[in-house]
């Protein structure tokens, strides 16, 4: 089975190069991020015109993430349990900001699927946007919550093959960025990010394309500006974690640098997991 994972930056904008993708790689399984749009904007029909079944969480031109699948799509989750909520700070009649809602909206940054008896997790971390900003705290709230649960998940299940797979807009090593020192105090590289990314391998997770592709400065996003692709100034920040038994069906990864090329590419490439039967 293969499967990949890739932050599209608008599925209706680039379906066509998604479509293709898909037969040229070979891929059964694909993990989306950023689709933004609608649940009734998503072009299921062009993905099943092409045989795959499709599951798809988005509230509005931001965000949204979804799976499909030709091997099956099942037990369909839009959210994981603890996951949570962001809402703009208000503020009161002088200007000061007042605090967060008590039950801010969920966003639509996580689905779940069973495809192949593989449970995919289609993630879109969110970004933090300053370190000190209530994004940043909520960023690592919202990897904690998605840690503890992943490891209930374990404990309920040894056996159980799970992919946490997508954009975790975390830089876990400085040879993950084309400049470690152009981000210093900035999100994706301070302690508190990597040390909220590592803790999935406590948690009994392995990040399985660093175990297959360890080279230094291989990236999965490149910004539009200042030529940034062709000059390799990109960041890797698409990962996948896998459970032990689906760590043991790994037998390879690749990263789609071709897809950054050409007419209307999105920024990020797809990273893509060969399993054994």
Request: charged share 25%; proline share 5%; with cysteine.
């Amino acid at each position: 089975m293969r499967l990949a994972t890739w932050n599209v930056n608008s599925v209706r904008a680039r379906v066509d190069r998604v479509i293709a993708f898909l037969d040229r790689s070979g891929t059964d399984v694909l993990a989306i991020q950023e689709t933004k749009c609608r649940d009734e904007q998503f072009p299921v029909g062009a993905f099943e015109a092409a045989g795959y079944e499709v599951a798809h969480t988005g509230f509005s031109a931001w965000n949204g993430v979804a799976v499909v699948s030709r091997v099956g799509l099942s037990d369909v989750e839009t959210s994981f349990a603890g996951q949570p909520g962001f809402a703009k700070a208000s503020a009161d009649a002088a200007g000061v900001p007042t605090l967060l809602d008590a039950a801010p909206p969920v966003e639509a940054r996580a689905l779940g699927a069973t495809c192949g008896g593989v449970r995919v997790w289609s993630l879109y971390v969110p970004h933090g946007r300053a370190v000190g900003d209530p994004h940043y705290a909520y960023k690592l709230a919202w990897l904690a919550a998605l840690r503890d649960e992943a490891a209930r998940w374990l404990a309920a299940d040894p056996a159980a093959q799970v992919a946490l797979t997508g954009d975790w807009n975390v830089i876990p090593l400085d040879t993950d960025v084309y400049d470690p020192a152009a981000f210093v105090g900035h999100t994706h590289v301070t302690a508190p990010e990597r040390e909220a990314f590592a803790a999935f391998e406590r948690a009994g997770y392995t990040e399985v394309t660093r175990e297959h592709l360890p080279a230094e400065h291989l990236y999965t996003y490149w910004d539009y500006q200042q030529l940034a692709f062709p000059r390799n100034k990109g960041m890797r920040i698409d990962f996948a974690y896998a459970s032990p038994a689906l760590r043991d069906r790994v037998t390879g990864v690749v990263i789609d640098r071709e897809e950054r090329k050409g007419k209307g590419a999105s920024d990020h490439v797809p990273v893509i997991l060969d399993l054994d039967a």
